[in-house]
């Protein structure tokens, strides 16, 4: 079945600093991406769907590139704010199977 | 926006004993999701529900699990008996179409320790 990397584990960069998280999947059928962000004490809030069609999507303060080739999805966070600090979850399904699967997460610190 | 509401946030129970956790979907969504996350590992489908059935289960839903949606109110995992290893943080999840495009609304998670 589909297998979901997610890299890094933790990551922490400066006020104003870019970040940058990677997924791998496997499953060349994989069809729609998603990328979640998780605040302490909250649910997943969802930042962006992508599909597989489109490889640049852009989002307020981030861009996610997905490159189908290398089977990569990835989340570029611009000029990172205190409020950015959180986990992030990718998340992979492919058509005509309605569940995700996830990577591990990535913990973002942000420092002052 | 929308929420999904989970209760309890925690729940501490003891070996063999049964559990029930509820879920408070988002009000005209139609398909419900559960996922595990045990401590430092990726969140996992556990099971989707429409319709009052269970549409589809993972490996990881055991005979011991259960799910049910009685009369629209909570959409409830129940554990029976619980084990040490269904120590984790479960999520509920509810979306309106269910289509591998939906987008899912989760909740905070109900964090449950075996003991």
């Known amino acids: 079945g589909e297998q979901v990397e997610q890299r890094p584990p933790h990551l922490s960069v400066r006020e104003g600093d870019s970040a940058v998280i990677i997924c791998t999947y496997t499953?060349?059928?994989?069809?729609?991406f998603f990328w979640y962000k998780q605040e302490p004490g909250a649910g997943l809030q969802l930042l962006m769907k992508?599909?597989?069609?489109?490889e640049i999507n852009e989002g307020q303060g981030f861009t996610v590139l997905l490159n189908k080739k290398d089977k990569q999805l990835s989340l570029n966070l611009t000029a990172a704010h205190p409020g950015d600090s959180a986990v992030y979850f990718c998340?992979?399904?492919?058509?005509?199977?309605?569940?995700?699967?996830f990577g591990k997460g990535t913990q973002l610190i942000i420092q002052p | 926006g929308p929420k999904v509401l989970q209760i309890p946030s925690h729940q501490i129970i003891d070996m063999g004993q049964m559990v029930t956790l509820n879920c408070d979907p988002v009000?005209?969504?139609?398909?419900f999701y559960w996922y595990k996350q045990i401590l430092g590992q990726q969140m996992e489908f556990l099971v989707n529900?429409?319709?009052?059935?269970?549409?589809?289960k993972s490996k990881l839903f055991k005979d011991q699990f259960s799910v049910e949606r009685p009369d629209g109110s909570y959409f409830t995992l129940k554990i029976q008996p619980t084990a040490l290893e269904d120590s984790a943080v479960y999520f509920c999840?509810?979306?309106?179409?269910?289509?591998?495009?939906?987008?899912?609304?989760f909740g905070h998670g109900t964090k449950l320790s075996v003991l």
């Open positions: 999840a509810s979306s309106l179409g269910g289509r591998e495009n939906e987008r899912l609304f």
């Open positions: 499953d060349p059928n994989s069809y729609y």
């Open positions: 992508v599909f597989s069609s489109t």
């Open positions: 998340a992979v399904s492919t058509e005509g199977a309605d569940r995700l699967t």
């Open positions: 009000s005209n969504h139609l398909y």
């Open positions: 529900f429409y319709n009052g059935k269970v549409m589809e």
